[in-house]
């Protein structure tokens, strides 16, 4: 394609976009609009509100099975590994519940850019939360993973060496 042609491309498109006529009226008056987001807000409401909802029950469901190891796990230093893993999971969950709170909500018949702005904060929050989940979810974890591992009596080279090994790995590539 040479330039005579690239121009007469663009300004064949120039032409085109010139001719087209928006519409002109909006579908939805304001106060559809107004009920249309409110509509879509709440839905998203719902939404964070069953992420936090399964994200305690996962809590309590993973943290179940280490409570049961602390008891039967004689060795010392394998149980302060699992105290370590729980003790990250009730943190994660006192994070849930403290970003959930920390937003207040507006009073019922605040006007419409007040609840906007509250569902950009909690949006904001939740994403900032979700963005760094990694650092006090996942580490804990690794760490109590690791710490468990070694006060196992198991194999140096066949176990506790590539668990910390893994657990590096992962978090090298995770953060």
């Given at each position: 394609?040479?330039?005579?042609?690239?121009?007469?491309?663009?300004?064949?498109?120039k032409c085109l976009w010139q001719e087209h006529k928006p519409s002109g009226e909006p579908t939805l008056t304001a106060d559809e609009q107004i009920a249309a987001m409110r509509k879509k807000?709440?839905?998203?409401?719902?939404?964070l509100n069953k992420t936090?909802?399964?994200?305690?029950?996962?809590?309590?469901?993973?943290?179940?099975?280490?409570?049961?190891?602390?008891?039967?796990?004689?060795?010392?230093?394998?149980?302060?590994?699992?105290?370590i893993i729980i003790g990250g999971m009730l943190f994660a969950s006192w994070k849930?519940?403290?970003?959930?709170?920390?937003?207040?909500?507006?009073?019922?018949?605040?006007?419409v850019m007040e609840w906007l702005k509250y569902d950009l904060a909690k949006v904001r929050q939740h994403a900032e939360?979700?963005?760094t989940l990694l650092w006090w979810y996942l580490l804990p974890f690794l760490i109590?993973?690791?710490?468990?591992?070694w006060g196992m009596p198991v194999d140096l080279l066949t176990v506790k060496i590539p668990m910390t090994v893994l657990v590096a790995l992962?978090?090298?590539v995770t953060y």
């Open positions: 394609m040479n330039d005579q042609e690239q121009k007469n491309l663009w300004q064949g498109l807000m709440a839905k998203m409401h719902q939404g936090d909802f399964w994200g305690a029950a996962l809590y309590a469901v993973v943290a179940v099975p280490f409570i049961i190891y602390i008891f039967t796990t004689p060795n010392f230093v394998t149980r302060i590994g699992y105290l849930s519940i403290r970003r959930r709170r920390s937003i207040p909500q507006p009073i019922a018949d605040a006007p939360d979700s963005r109590g993973m690791t710490v468990s591992t992962i978090a090298g």
